[in-house]
């Protein structure tokens, strides 16, 4: 069962603005992740969180984590049409060497 | 440094014929992956390695039999072909330090068709 839960499913942009998305989980965690998968194509890791801190920023990305709420949001500033993809949030935890992946957002910037 | 390849990239099976998906890394990583990725359904892990010579079970694992050949190499077997295996498979693989349910490294995928 999936773990993480992205919102929204979908979001489409002007390029130029800023894109939001959120991550909601439901058990406690080591760390989470997000990824960039384009049309047709693998995963691609952007950014991780521990879950002792609370703000990470990557270039355009900024992350949040709120362990309370259970949930993160990743923020894109300056939205570019090479940022449409689907973004997706994996929540790892414990002694396993697991990921758990959510369902993802698609992303959709327009020119 | 090609990171992870998988082999084929694209397969059409009938229903009952067997394959093997390939996978490996040239990153020395210990830990190595194999999901699915279904419309709306997210990635669903099938197997797992964590390290050379072990391997357990993820959400999805019925149908399918993995080998871990070597630190750089994880298959994926499908003894069977059913329809409800179409899908795209991704392998990935996590570093030594990263082994804890980091950093993955993902392949490009293979698209498998069952008929």
């Known amino acids: 069962s999936q773990q993480g839960e992205e919102d929204p499913q979908a979001l489409s942009i002007q390029e130029g603005e800023n894109a939001t998305m959120n991550c909601s989980y439901k058990?406690?965690?080591?760390?989470l992740q997000w990824y960039r998968q384009n049309s047709g194509r693998g995963l691609v890791h952007l950014i991780l969180?521990?879950?002792?801190?609370r703000e990470k920023h990557s270039g355009r990305l900024r992350v949040t984590l709120d362990t309370s709420k259970k949930s993160s949001s990743l923020l894109i500033t300056a939205s570019r049409a090479a940022d449409t993809a689907s973004y997706f949030c994996?929540?790892?935890?414990?002694?396993?060497?697991?990921?758990?992946f959510g369902k993802g957002t698609l992303l959709t910037v327009n020119p | 440094n090609a990171g992870v390849t998988q082999t084929p990239k694209f397969q059409v099976l009938k229903t009952g014929q067997s394959m093997t998906l390939q996978c490996a890394q040239d990153?020395?990583?210990?830990?190595m992956y194999w999901y699915r990725q279904d419309p709306g359904m997210g990635l669903r892990l099938i197997y797992y390695?964590?390290?050379?010579?072990?391997?357990d079970k993820g959400e999805v694992p019925n149908g399918y039999n993995v080998s871990r050949l070597n630190k750089r190499e994880f298959s994926l077997r499908l003894e069977s072909a059913a329809p409800s295996q179409t899908s795209v498979y991704f392998c990935?693989?996590?570093?030594?330090?990263?082994?804890?349910?980091?950093?993955?490294?993902f392949g490009p995928g293979t698209r498998l068709l069952v008929l």
């Open positions: 058990t406690s965690i080591n760390n």
């Open positions: 969180i521990r879950s002792n801190e």
């Open positions: 994996a929540t790892g935890g414990g002694s396993n060497y697991k990921l758990t």
């Open positions: 990153m020395n990583h210990n830990s």
């Open positions: 990935a693989s996590s570093g030594e330090r990263e082994g804890l349910g980091e950093t993955q490294y």
């Open positions: 390695s964590a390290s050379e010579g072990t391997t």
